[in-house]
């Protein structure tokens, strides 16, 4: 049984083969099962028209649709998608039909994906005190001073307060640890990865 990456490799190169019109045929049966599922119908006369197996036109349009929706969820750029696609022989005129067609779909794809989506409670407030004790009878070791923070999330507008202390040296670890994540999700190495997930 041929993987998932497989099949998409064959339907692209076969897609990059193909006439202008042709992709542009393509790209019209995509928009329409993304609007209203699969239709045999359509999918038996472009087989008639291009001379190409019926499910081979399946897995044409659904592996455009797949496409679509993994650049939406791993927030691809058009740049990005060029050079994912590029391997598959398109041109630049057919890429940027592609990108057309993404471009116009894109808004509608977002929508469906953040309302299936799981969702999170955001970041909304934050606020921090710093405590110690200066001394005490009782305290005969070195004082390791506290930092509290008050979180205030929001998830469908219900808001949520957490509390968190910590001392500062994990505080900067934690600081250190979240940026170098970010810097991390910036990088040429992630962005490589994201175009080889569809």
Known sequence: MSSVKEVFKSSFQLLAQQTDNVIKDFLRLTKDFMDNG??????????????????????????????????????????EIKESLTEYGFNDTKLDMIILFFENQKPHLLDILSSSAFVFPHFKELEWRFETDMGSRSLLHQTVPVVTLKLDLEKKNIFETLYLQTDPLNLVHIKDTLEAALKQNQSQWIRKIRRKLK
């Open 38 to 79: 699969p239709n045999v119908i359509l999918y038996n006369k472009a087989a008639e028209k291009l001379q190409i197996d019926e499910e081979k036109i399946v897995s044409i349009v659904k592996s455009i649709c797949l496409m679509c929706v993994q650049s939406c969820k791993h927030k691809l750029t058009d740049i």
